[in-house]
């Protein structure tokens, strides 16, 4: 029996996903900031599943919450970085305090899980990193950059991280997901305070956009769950896991961006070297 480690299972794909594991007779570590969900879970789900409280912010916590997890359970076969949040604004409209706690949740949140729990996956020379990304952690959008830079943060050390820790049979995959309905674009969704005019037509479209299909999206948090497992499961995972049509128009598209430019640019980039 695996046992999962998922930060961030109040809602949404991670909770879609804990259920899902424990549908498979996996065992599942969740994680909730608030300490009435943590006991309503371990009410419901005792002996199969264990809820516990953290703020994915706070580095401190994150090391106590991985010792205590080890001390009762003496390993973690899969960690899924989930917990996250979403924030919407134009470069210049977005304060110094919303791109820090962007980044504090989905970046520094993220690693600080990766580095706590690496040491014991590396000891065991077995485990495997799930990293909850977005297609936009590929493909920037007007309106979406600091959420964009802080998934294109986590998808840089994610792809480091996997060559470096292949050698003791740890895996890390990265998840990529278009629009999924959750709360992402609902409650879950930071919006910058200062709002400037001039991009009401670029970042401001977006954000209407954006919050007009909440619960409309096309992705169904259920199958993307057991998609997951089922990367989890294969003996051979990929570095990368888009999910939904149109995580893959987007990337596709990013894709074909950077290889238009690298051919426009291809006699440039050789008669520049020495």
Known sequence: MKYWLITGISSGLGKALATSVLEKGGFVIGTFRNQAQVDEFNSQHSG???AILLDITNENEIETCVSQIISKYGKIDVLVNNAGVGFVGA??????????????????GTLHMT??????????RNGHIVQISSHGGIKAFAGFGIYNASKF?????????????????VKVSIIEPGPFRT???????????????????TAGAFR??????????????NKAAKAIINLVDSEHPT???????????????????????????RATAENSVY
């Not at 609902?186 to 037509?201: E, F, P, Q, R, S």
């Not at 209407?208 to 948090?221: A, C, F, I, R």
Request: no cysteine.
């Open 153 to 169: 943060a986590v998808e840089g050390f994610s792809e480091a991280l996997a060559q470096e820790i292949a050698p003791f049979g």
């Open 48 to 50: 199969k599943a264990f």
């Open 115 to 124: 580095q706590a729990v690496l040491p014991f996956m590396r000891k065991a």
């Open 183 to 201: 709360k992402f674009a609902g409650n879950g969704l930071g919006l910058a305070k200062n709002v400037i005019t001039d991009y009401a037509d």
């Open 208 to 221: 209407t956009k954006l919050q007009s299909v909440n619960g409309k999206q096309e992705g169904d948090p």
């Open 91 to 108: 470069i210049e409209e977005t304060s110094k305090e919303e791109v820090k706690k962007v980044f504090d949740a989905n970046f520094y």
């Open 239 to 265: 570095l990368r896991l888009p999910l939904g049509k149109i995580a893959l128009k987007t990337i596709g598209m990013k894709l074909e961006s950077v290889k238009s430019d690298l051919e426009t640019h």
